[in-house]
């Protein structure tokens, strides 16, 4: 890997990659991401990690993506190329995602960030779409889920403008979990992430599929295919340890099985 670091056992059960183009502000090229890509499949293959932190520097957790290897491209170029194939297949990792974000997450970073399932900022992260001043527009779901996590209208300013939003103002409108000091941001996720590797990795899973399976149906499907996630809870062991835990007042022991 040269574009970024990982670390499969940064804490207990808890993953870290950290996006390692200091010198260009973590800006996302296709090799970067094939790496991101290859790193988040071979977590969600190994059964001792149970939540992965996405990082980037204090300065910068992506200040968006790599405009030279883009600039002169023609649209067939882009569409042979098909760098959004590999954001698809970080999309579809089982494991919860948390972003560690702080300084920039701007155009692809901030998509990035997004793509994530959840996201512990420091008081100077920004956030924003700014790729209407460069005469294009978000391509990686900047479009879909910044409107879906802060509603139409303020989505539409940002997009449109290329504006950026403080940490604070991204809590506001539901766009980050919480707001900590710059020097505490990556313990904030690694709390966050501990918080979740304590539970069952199984029902993690589901839990997570469920809840992104909300924004992409109606909620008679989505109610559908929630119940269906949570009897299969009860096809694992955790659900057998984790009820007869509470049951006899102790803390459940969890195996992922």
Known sequence: ?????????????????????????????????AELRDALKELDENDEVRAIIITGNERAFAAGADIKQMAGKTAIDMLNVDQFSTWDQIRKTKKPIIAAVSGFALGGGCELAMTCDMIVASETAQFGQPEIKIGVMPGAGGTQRLTKAIGKAKAMEMVLTGKFISADEAEKHGLINRVVPVELYLDGAFKLAADVAQMSPVAAKLAKESVNRSFETHLDEGLHFERKNFYLCFASEDQTEGMNAFVEKRKPEFKGR
């Open 1 to 33: 890997m040269e574009f970024i670091l990982v670390t499969p056992q940064a804490q207990p059960h808890v993953a870290l990659i950290q996006l390692n183009r200091p010198k260009e502000l973590n800006a996302l090229n296709l090799q970067l991401m």
